[in-house]
């Protein structure tokens, strides 16, 4: 028989912590409501974001990094989840905002996922992925290939092209060893250096990232356009369910 510590070991070894980071305002888009509050059809961007990981496995917290102001409704909108939610504090900038939420992370969790929260048509699959890689790595992401030519410019002169063989574009979720994550929040904790993803801080200590390969789809919702080509990839959704059930 097993012994009840071997259990707790093993328990600990599977434990995920999400970080959904939802402290932006994106006020632009919405007027005087952020993005992530925003309807897709009904239902909130926020909303529709959470409920591509209410069956992960192994999830044992889901922190929600937020505005103060802004903890009743998140709390009210996910509540009926039932994911195991708790909010964080967001920050001055995103790099702030993932160390809020960091912080909310149970000690004992094994793997850390941070995503963005206005980026709603992620594949719980690939969410699975990433984490699996960052299990065997330390460290993964989901990333598409560049497709077109990039230029490199000076004012509002092409300077050169560069080949894009092997650039790629980052998205979330971005996966990590819980422990590799905090040492490389940890190592910028006193400022002076700033990032636009956790992977760039990772990256800094030299621990490898892995890539995976990610959806176009997986789109990060911007500015109003994103916004139409979210409805309108719903839209296509829910025809299509509609025709598989006739």
């Known amino acids: 028989m097993r012994q009840d510590s071997d259990r707790s070991c093993d328990d600990a070894l599977e434990r995920v912590n999400v970080v959904l980071v939802a402290g932006g305002h994106g006020r632009r888009v919405g007027g005087s409501v952020a993005k992530q509050f925003l309807p897709l059809a009904g239902v909130p961007v926020l909303v529709r974001t959470a409920q591509r990981f209410v069956d992960l496995p192994g999830l044992t917290r889901f922190v929600v990094v937020a505005a103060r102001e802004e903890f009743e409704r998140c709390e009210n909108l996910l509540a009926p989840l039932g994911l195991p939610l708790m909010l964080a504090a967001a920050g001055a900038e995103r790099q702030q905002s993932v160390a809020s939420g960091l912080a909310a992370t149970e000690d004992t969790c094994a793997i850390i996922v941070v995503h963005d929260a206005v980026r709603p048509f992620v594949r719980p699959t690939d ?14 992401l989901l990333a598409t290939a560049v497709a077109d030519t990039v230029k490199r410019a000076i004012g509002d002169r092409v300077h050169e092209t560069v080949s894009r063989a092997d650039l790629w574009l980052a998205q979330t979720p971005q996966a990590f060893r819980a422990a590799v994550l905090r040492e490389a929040h940890a190592a910028v904790a006193s ?3 700033v990032a636009t993803d956790d992977a760039a801080l990772v990256e800094r200590l030299g621990h490898p ?3 995976l390969p990610g959806q176009a789809r997986n789109r990060k919702l911007t500015s109003r356009d994103d916004l139409a080509w979210a409805a309108a990839v719903l839209q296509t959704e829910e025809g299509r369910v509609d025709t598989d059930r006739e």
């Open 127 to 140: 969410i699975v992925a990433c984490i699996a890689a960052a299990r065997e790595c330390g460290a993964a």
């Open 191 to 193: 400022g002076g250096v």
């Open 209 to 211: 990232v892995a890539i």
